[in-house]
């Protein structure tokens, strides 16, 4: 849209300078008309020959007076289309711009929302880590790199919601015969399982 509006700008500017010229081009001969009907109207033409041809040359620069009279009309709707266009083109980038503006300005202000969670996230986690076997965490940090950015699952109604698959009844007994410290593992997809009281165990 910038690119129709340039040219927009440039036509209008392009048809102004075309206006200038042709109404310097009619100032011209109007002017030359002017000064050839003063020296008919003071008489110091006498020869019938030179009256006549001054009279030819009269209304001669008045047929090209009205010819260029006309092109400066033409000019001038051309000028008055391309403004048009422009203010329109102009009034749409605007419009376009604010919205572009406004998104901007969501998507920065939701990036601040999700920078000032990841801070407070990862003080959280350090906290927690601090509290975590440190052979523990190098298999959690580990697991998550494998699986996507998740090394850890919960273990809901006998699914690990990791891989979403259902344990069978030999993980689950075993899972069931673990100490409650004992780290525990999805046979599918190698996750640390997290027991709650919905694992269903």
Known sequence: ??????????????????????????????????????????????????????????????????????????????????????????RRTDSVQARIDDAVGRRDAALA???????????????VAASVPADLIKLYDKLREQQGGVGAARLYQRRCEGCRLELNITELNEIRQAPADAVVRCENCRRILVRTPESGL
Not at 49 to 75: G, P, T, W
């Open 113 to 127: 929302e999700i920078d000032a969670e990841t801070a407070a996230v990862t003080k959280e986690r350090q906290v």
């Open 1 to 90: 849209m910038r690119d129709l509006l340039v040219a927009a700008r440039t036509e209008e500017s392009d048809t102004a300078r075309e206006q200038t010229k042709a109404e310097q081009d009619v100032d011209q001969v109007r002017k030359r008309a002017a000064r050839d009907q003063q020296r008919l109207d003071s008489g110091a033409v006498t020869s019938p020959k030179d009256l006549e041809n001054l009279q030819r040359e009269i209304a001669s620069l008045s047929r090209r007076q009205s010819d260029l009279e006309d092109v400066v009309l033409e000019i001038m709707e051309r000028r008055e289309s391309a403004q048009e266009r422009a203010a329109e083109l102009a």
